[in-house]
Protein backbone atom coordinates (compact mmCIF):
# COMPACT_ATOMS: atom_id res chain seq x y z
CA UNK A 1 0.00 0.00 0.00
CA UNK A 2 1.21 3.27 -1.41
CA UNK A 3 1.38 5.86 1.18
CA UNK A 4 1.77 8.36 -2.01
CA UNK A 5 -1.60 7.62 -3.07
CA UNK A 6 -5.48 8.66 -0.99
CA UNK A 7 -6.72 5.40 0.46
CA UNK A 8 -10.79 5.19 0.34
CA UNK A 9 -11.08 5.98 4.48
CA UNK A 10 -13.50 2.69 4.61
CA UNK A 11 -12.04 -0.29 2.66
CA UNK A 12 -8.55 1.43 2.19
CA UNK A 13 -8.28 0.85 -1.11
CA UNK A 14 -5.75 3.21 -3.24
CA UNK A 15 -7.73 5.66 -5.30
CA UNK A 16 -6.22 7.04 -8.32
CA UNK A 17 -9.87 7.22 -10.77
CA UNK A 18 -12.03 9.79 -11.14
CA UNK A 19 -13.36 10.75 -7.91
CA UNK A 20 -11.62 13.45 -6.47
CA UNK A 21 -12.62 17.15 -6.81
CA UNK A 22 -16.26 16.40 -7.82
CA UNK A 23 -18.77 18.78 -6.93
CA UNK A 24 -20.81 16.15 -5.08
CA UNK A 25 -20.00 12.61 -3.33
CA UNK A 26 -19.09 9.93 -5.80
CA UNK A 27 -18.54 6.03 -4.90
CA UNK A 28 -15.49 4.86 -4.01
CA UNK A 29 -14.40 2.38 -7.42
CA UNK A 30 -13.74 -0.44 -4.43
CA UNK A 31 -16.43 -0.47 -2.23
CA UNK A 32 -18.94 2.03 -3.52
CA UNK A 33 -19.21 4.31 -0.44
CA UNK A 34 -19.66 7.95 -0.82
CA UNK A 35 -16.66 10.06 -1.00
CA UNK A 36 -15.87 13.26 -1.40
CA UNK A 37 -12.54 13.94 -1.71
CA UNK A 38 -10.95 16.99 -2.48
CA UNK A 39 -7.32 17.12 -3.36
CA UNK A 40 -4.92 20.08 -3.43
CA UNK A 41 -1.48 21.16 -5.25
CA UNK A 42 0.58 20.33 -2.51
CA UNK A 43 -0.10 16.48 -3.15
CA UNK A 44 2.11 16.45 -6.13
CA UNK A 45 4.76 18.55 -4.19
CA UNK A 46 7.98 17.06 -4.40
CA UNK A 47 9.75 16.67 -1.55
CA UNK A 48 12.26 19.72 -0.34
CA UNK A 49 15.42 18.88 -0.12
CA UNK A 50 17.22 18.41 2.90
CA UNK A 51 19.91 20.88 4.08
CA UNK A 52 23.49 20.37 4.65
CA UNK A 53 25.51 22.58 6.65
CA UNK A 54 28.88 23.80 4.73
CA UNK A 55 31.93 23.02 5.69
CA UNK A 56 34.40 25.25 6.98
CA UNK A 57 36.93 25.84 4.59
CA UNK A 58 39.10 29.05 5.38
CA UNK A 59 41.06 29.67 9.26
CA UNK A 60 39.08 32.45 10.80
CA UNK A 61 36.20 31.85 8.97
CA UNK A 62 32.85 31.82 11.32
CA UNK A 63 31.84 28.77 12.14
CA UNK A 64 28.64 27.48 13.50
CA UNK A 65 28.09 27.80 17.15
CA UNK A 66 26.50 24.06 17.55
CA UNK A 67 28.72 22.76 14.78
CA UNK A 68 32.27 24.21 14.78
CA UNK A 69 33.30 22.40 11.57
CA UNK A 70 30.47 24.00 9.85
CA UNK A 71 30.32 27.16 8.14
CA UNK A 72 27.76 30.12 9.82
CA UNK A 73 25.23 31.29 7.80
CA UNK A 74 23.10 34.15 9.86
CA UNK A 75 23.06 34.69 13.44
CA UNK A 76 19.91 33.50 15.34
CA UNK A 77 18.19 36.53 15.70
CA UNK A 78 16.65 35.48 19.02
CA UNK A 79 20.19 35.02 21.19
CA UNK A 80 22.47 36.18 18.48
CA UNK A 81 24.87 32.70 18.52
CA UNK A 82 26.21 32.29 14.68
CA UNK A 83 24.40 29.24 12.74
CA UNK A 84 25.06 26.85 10.05
CA UNK A 85 22.56 25.81 7.39
CA UNK A 86 21.57 22.57 9.30
CA UNK A 87 20.96 24.65 12.63
CA UNK A 88 18.53 27.58 10.90
CA UNK A 89 15.53 27.35 12.13
CA UNK A 90 12.98 29.57 9.88
CA UNK A 91 9.61 29.80 11.51
CA UNK A 92 7.49 32.76 10.41
CA UNK A 93 10.39 35.14 9.17
CA UNK A 94 12.57 34.55 11.45
CA UNK A 95 15.71 32.50 11.57
CA UNK A 96 16.43 30.77 15.31
CA UNK A 97 18.50 28.42 16.98
CA UNK A 98 17.13 25.08 17.95
CA UNK A 99 17.47 26.23 21.27
CA UNK A 100 15.68 29.25 20.89
CA UNK A 101 12.89 27.73 19.34
CA UNK A 102 12.66 25.29 22.28
CA UNK A 103 12.65 27.68 24.89
CA UNK A 104 10.30 29.71 22.78
CA UNK A 105 7.89 26.84 22.59
CA UNK A 106 8.00 25.77 26.32
CA UNK A 107 7.83 29.20 27.77
CA UNK A 108 5.20 30.12 25.28
CA UNK A 109 7.05 33.28 23.63
CA UNK A 110 6.44 31.97 20.29
CA UNK A 111 2.66 31.68 20.31
CA UNK A 112 2.36 29.16 17.12
CA UNK A 113 4.41 26.77 18.36
CA UNK A 114 2.22 25.98 21.40
CA UNK A 115 0.20 23.01 21.22
CA UNK A 116 -1.48 22.96 24.76
CA UNK A 117 -2.60 24.93 27.75
CA UNK A 118 -4.18 24.53 30.72
CA UNK A 119 -7.92 26.32 31.01
CA UNK A 120 -7.34 27.57 34.58
CA UNK A 121 -10.42 29.98 34.13
CA UNK A 122 -12.04 26.51 33.31
CA UNK A 123 -11.02 25.06 36.55
CA UNK A 124 -11.90 28.58 38.56
CA UNK A 125 -15.21 28.22 37.30
CA UNK A 126 -15.76 24.43 37.76
CA UNK A 127 -14.27 24.91 41.52
CA UNK A 128 -16.99 27.81 42.08
CA UNK A 129 -19.97 26.16 40.90
CA UNK A 130 -19.81 21.56 41.28
CA UNK A 131 -19.25 22.09 44.54
CA UNK A 132 -22.65 24.11 45.00
CA UNK A 133 -24.80 20.71 44.78
CA UNK A 134 -23.05 20.06 48.04
CA UNK A 135 -22.96 23.30 50.02
CA UNK A 136 -20.71 22.17 52.62
CA UNK A 137 -17.53 21.63 50.56
CA UNK A 138 -17.66 25.28 49.63
CA UNK A 139 -16.25 26.17 53.00
CA UNK A 140 -12.76 24.54 51.37
CA UNK A 141 -13.34 25.64 47.23
CA UNK A 142 -14.64 29.23 47.72
CA UNK A 143 -10.88 30.12 49.04
CA UNK A 144 -9.42 27.65 46.39
CA UNK A 145 -11.10 29.45 44.06
CA UNK A 146 -9.46 32.70 44.88
CA UNK A 147 -6.22 31.33 44.83
CA UNK A 148 -6.76 29.96 41.75
CA UNK A 149 -8.13 33.17 39.83
CA UNK A 150 -5.13 35.44 41.18
CA UNK A 151 -2.13 32.74 40.95
CA UNK A 152 -3.41 32.36 37.38
CA UNK A 153 -4.85 35.70 36.74
CA UNK A 154 -2.38 36.67 34.09
CA UNK A 155 -2.06 33.52 32.03
CA UNK A 156 -3.80 33.82 29.13
CA UNK A 157 -6.47 31.98 28.99
CA UNK A 158 -7.63 29.51 25.97
CA UNK A 159 -5.94 30.50 22.26
CA UNK A 160 -8.92 31.37 20.75
CA UNK A 161 -10.60 33.21 23.71
CA UNK A 162 -9.10 36.10 24.71
CA UNK A 163 -11.69 37.45 27.78
CA UNK A 164 -11.23 36.17 31.54
CA UNK A 165 -15.42 36.22 32.16
CA UNK A 166 -15.05 32.86 33.97
CA UNK A 167 -12.52 34.38 36.50
CA UNK A 168 -14.48 36.76 37.10
CA UNK A 169 -17.69 34.20 36.97
CA UNK A 170 -16.00 32.61 39.64
CA UNK A 171 -14.44 35.08 42.01
CA UNK A 172 -18.08 36.58 42.29
CA UNK A 173 -19.58 33.42 43.09
CA UNK A 174 -16.58 32.17 45.45
CA UNK A 175 -17.13 35.56 46.98
CA UNK A 176 -20.89 35.38 47.73
CA UNK A 177 -19.92 31.44 48.93
CA UNK A 178 -17.86 33.08 51.50
CA UNK A 179 -19.79 35.77 52.31
CA UNK A 180 -22.58 33.02 53.56
CA UNK A 181 -20.15 31.30 55.45
CA UNK A 182 -19.46 34.49 57.35
CA UNK A 183 -23.38 35.04 57.76
CA UNK A 184 -24.01 31.87 58.95
CA UNK A 185 -20.61 31.65 61.40
CA UNK A 186 -22.03 35.18 62.65
CA UNK A 187 -25.39 33.72 63.08
CA UNK A 188 -24.05 30.42 65.07
CA UNK A 189 -21.76 32.83 67.07
CA UNK A 190 -24.34 35.18 68.27
CA UNK A 191 -26.92 32.38 68.72
CA UNK B 1 -12.39 46.47 19.08
CA UNK B 2 -9.49 44.31 17.85
CA UNK B 3 -10.19 41.70 15.36
CA UNK B 4 -9.95 38.28 16.27
CA UNK B 5 -7.31 35.94 15.61
CA UNK B 6 -9.19 32.63 15.19
CA UNK B 7 -13.21 32.43 13.56
CA UNK B 8 -14.98 29.66 15.07
CA UNK B 9 -15.46 26.99 12.30
CA UNK B 10 -17.80 24.02 13.77
CA UNK B 11 -19.17 23.51 17.11
CA UNK B 12 -17.41 21.15 19.64
CA UNK B 13 -18.27 17.85 19.34
CA UNK B 14 -17.80 15.43 22.09
CA UNK B 15 -14.93 12.58 20.82
CA UNK B 16 -14.99 10.32 23.72
CA UNK B 17 -16.82 10.25 27.32
CA UNK B 18 -19.91 10.34 28.67
CA UNK B 19 -18.94 11.97 32.02
CA UNK B 20 -20.53 15.70 32.74
CA UNK B 21 -17.46 16.88 33.92
CA UNK B 22 -14.74 15.70 32.10
CA UNK B 23 -14.96 14.65 28.49
CA UNK B 24 -12.66 15.19 25.42
CA UNK B 25 -14.25 17.49 22.78
CA UNK B 26 -12.97 18.70 19.58
CA UNK B 27 -13.42 21.53 17.22
CA UNK B 28 -12.04 23.63 14.67
CA UNK B 29 -11.13 27.47 14.22
CA UNK B 30 -9.89 29.63 11.00
CA UNK B 31 -6.36 31.21 11.73
CA UNK B 32 -4.67 33.70 9.50
CA UNK B 33 -3.18 31.13 7.27
CA UNK B 34 -4.21 27.63 9.18
CA UNK B 35 -6.69 26.21 10.23
CA UNK B 36 -6.49 25.18 14.15
CA UNK B 37 -7.81 21.75 15.95
CA UNK B 38 -8.57 22.18 19.29
CA UNK B 39 -9.17 19.08 21.49
CA UNK B 40 -9.95 19.75 25.09
CA UNK B 41 -9.73 17.24 27.48
CA UNK B 42 -10.65 18.02 30.79
CA UNK B 43 -9.18 21.20 31.73
CA UNK B 44 -6.28 20.94 28.93
CA UNK B 45 -6.68 22.10 25.27
CA UNK B 46 -4.52 20.45 22.92
CA UNK B 47 -3.67 22.38 19.86
CA UNK B 48 -2.59 21.10 16.14
CA UNK B 49 -1.94 23.49 13.23
CA UNK B 50 -3.16 22.58 9.46
CA UNK B 51 -1.13 25.41 7.36
CA UNK B 52 -3.39 25.87 4.27
CA UNK B 53 0.12 25.41 2.13
CA UNK B 54 0.49 21.96 3.53
CA UNK B 55 -2.84 20.44 3.16
CA UNK B 56 -2.77 18.17 0.54
CA UNK B 57 -6.28 16.41 0.90
CA UNK B 58 -9.78 16.71 2.59
CA UNK B 59 -11.57 13.53 2.49
CA UNK B 60 -15.61 13.21 3.54
CA UNK B 61 -17.00 9.88 3.65
CA UNK B 62 -20.90 10.04 3.82
CA UNK B 63 -21.83 7.51 6.99
CA UNK B 64 -25.14 5.93 8.60
CA UNK B 65 -25.31 7.80 11.51
CA UNK B 66 -27.89 10.04 11.12
CA UNK B 67 -29.96 7.44 9.75
CA UNK B 68 -29.02 5.09 13.17
CA UNK B 69 -30.14 7.93 14.99
CA UNK B 70 -33.28 8.68 13.49
CA UNK B 71 -34.60 5.39 13.41
CA UNK B 72 -33.52 4.72 17.31
CA UNK B 73 -34.68 8.25 18.42
CA UNK B 74 -37.49 8.49 16.27
CA UNK B 75 -38.49 5.26 17.31
CA UNK B 76 -38.70 5.44 20.47
CA UNK B 77 -40.57 8.94 19.94
CA UNK B 78 -43.55 6.99 18.39
CA UNK B 79 -43.19 4.51 21.12
CA UNK B 80 -43.59 6.89 24.09
CA UNK B 81 -46.77 8.70 21.70
CA UNK B 82 -48.13 5.64 21.52
CA UNK B 83 -48.35 4.70 24.88
CA UNK B 84 -49.52 8.07 25.57
CA UNK B 85 -52.35 7.62 23.58
CA UNK B 86 -53.03 4.21 24.49
CA UNK B 87 -53.45 4.35 28.70
CA UNK B 88 -55.97 6.43 30.38
CA UNK B 89 -54.04 7.40 33.15
CA UNK B 90 -53.00 11.24 33.43
CA UNK B 91 -50.00 10.99 35.67
CA UNK B 92 -48.82 8.29 33.23
CA UNK B 93 -49.85 10.23 29.87
CA UNK B 94 -47.75 12.90 31.65
CA UNK B 95 -44.77 10.91 32.57
CA UNK B 96 -44.44 9.28 28.54
CA UNK B 97 -45.31 12.35 27.03
CA UNK B 98 -42.27 13.96 28.61
CA UNK B 99 -40.15 11.06 28.10
CA UNK B 100 -41.72 11.30 24.48
CA UNK B 101 -40.36 14.88 24.40
CA UNK B 102 -36.72 13.93 25.46
CA UNK B 103 -36.86 11.72 22.71
CA UNK B 104 -37.90 13.78 20.01
CA UNK B 105 -35.19 16.78 20.62
CA UNK B 106 -32.59 14.42 19.55
CA UNK B 107 -34.81 13.12 16.62
CA UNK B 108 -35.37 16.67 15.65
CA UNK B 109 -32.34 17.84 16.21
CA UNK B 110 -30.89 14.85 13.73
CA UNK B 111 -33.34 15.60 10.78
CA UNK B 112 -31.82 19.63 11.35
CA UNK B 113 -28.74 18.73 11.14
CA UNK B 114 -28.47 16.74 8.03
CA UNK B 115 -26.72 13.69 6.85
CA UNK B 116 -23.24 12.47 8.60
CA UNK B 117 -19.72 12.08 7.49
CA UNK B 118 -16.28 11.45 8.66
CA UNK B 119 -13.38 13.36 7.42
CA UNK B 120 -10.16 13.25 7.20
CA UNK B 121 -7.23 15.94 6.59
CA UNK B 122 -4.20 15.25 4.67
CA UNK B 123 -1.04 16.55 5.05
CA UNK B 124 2.51 15.18 3.75
CA UNK B 125 3.41 13.74 7.62
CA UNK B 126 -0.16 13.18 8.60
CA UNK B 127 -4.06 12.17 8.30
CA UNK B 128 -5.56 12.90 11.15
CA UNK B 129 -9.52 12.62 11.54
CA UNK B 130 -11.71 15.57 11.87
CA UNK B 131 -14.50 14.58 14.17
CA UNK B 132 -16.89 18.28 14.83
CA UNK B 133 -17.38 17.78 10.57
CA UNK B 134 -19.35 14.84 11.29
CA UNK B 135 -22.37 16.62 9.66
CA UNK B 136 -22.68 16.81 5.70
CA UNK B 137 -23.83 19.82 5.66
CA UNK B 138 -21.43 21.79 8.24
CA UNK B 139 -18.39 20.54 6.55
CA UNK B 140 -19.61 21.52 3.11
CA UNK B 141 -19.97 24.92 4.59
CA UNK B 142 -16.24 24.25 5.95
CA UNK B 143 -14.74 23.55 2.48
CA UNK B 144 -16.41 26.35 1.13
CA UNK B 145 -15.04 28.67 3.60
CA UNK B 146 -11.16 27.19 2.95
CA UNK B 147 -10.95 26.27 -0.15
CA UNK B 148 -9.81 29.92 -1.54
CA UNK B 149 -7.71 30.22 1.07
CA UNK B 150 -5.73 26.86 0.00
CA UNK B 151 -6.06 27.90 -3.33
CA UNK B 152 -4.56 31.25 -2.22
CA UNK B 153 -1.76 29.26 -0.97
CA UNK B 154 -1.50 26.64 -3.38
CA UNK B 155 -3.19 26.97 -6.50
CA UNK B 156 -6.15 24.76 -7.70
CA UNK B 157 -6.21 21.41 -9.39
CA UNK B 158 -8.77 20.67 -12.24
CA UNK B 159 -10.61 17.10 -11.34
CA UNK B 160 -9.59 16.48 -14.92
CA UNK B 161 -5.98 16.49 -14.36
CA UNK B 162 -5.76 15.05 -10.83
CA UNK B 163 -6.40 10.97 -12.29
CA UNK B 164 -2.84 12.09 -14.68
CA UNK B 165 -1.00 13.61 -11.64
CA UNK B 166 -1.27 10.88 -9.77
CA UNK B 167 -0.35 8.52 -12.75
CA UNK B 168 2.87 10.76 -13.08
CA UNK B 169 3.57 10.70 -9.25
CA UNK B 170 3.46 6.53 -9.60
CA UNK B 171 5.61 6.43 -12.52
CA UNK B 172 8.52 8.85 -11.16
CA UNK B 173 11.16 7.56 -9.31
CA UNK B 174 11.20 7.36 -5.67
CA UNK B 175 13.48 10.65 -4.18
CA UNK B 176 15.05 10.31 -0.92
CA UNK B 177 12.93 10.98 1.56
CA UNK B 178 12.87 14.60 3.40
CA UNK B 179 14.25 15.64 6.54
CA UNK B 180 10.89 17.26 7.93
CA UNK B 181 10.56 20.27 10.34
CA UNK B 182 7.11 20.77 11.43
CA UNK B 183 6.73 24.23 13.00
CA UNK B 184 5.06 22.62 16.10
CA UNK B 185 8.11 20.68 16.81
CA UNK B 186 11.06 22.44 17.65
CA UNK B 187 13.71 20.19 16.39
CA UNK B 188 16.86 19.30 18.34
CA UNK B 189 20.44 20.33 17.37
CA UNK B 190 21.43 17.77 14.48
CA UNK B 191 24.38 15.59 15.24
Not at chain 1, 107 to 121: F, V
Request: aromatic share 8%; glycine share 8%; proline share 8%.
Amino acid sequence: MSTALIHCPKCKAALIGEVFNRDDFAPCPSCAAPLLIEVYPAMFRPPSKARTGEAVMMEGEASCFYHPQKKAVLPCEGCGRFLCALCDCEHQGQHLCPACLESGRTKGKIKSLENARTRYDNIALALALFPILIFYFTIITAPMVLYVVIRYWKTPPGLTQGSRWRFVVAIIVALLQMGGWVAVIIALATG
Amino acid sequence: MAEKEYLKLTPPRRTAGFAIVSVTRSNLWLGKDHLLGIETEGYTEKYKRFYFRDIQAITLLRTNRAFVLGVVTGGMTALFALLVLAIDDVVGKWVFGILGGICAIPFLGNLIYGPTCKCELRTAVQTENVPSMSRVRRARKVLNRIRPLIAEAQGQLTAEEIPSRFREMIAAPATEPPIMQPPGSAPGVPP
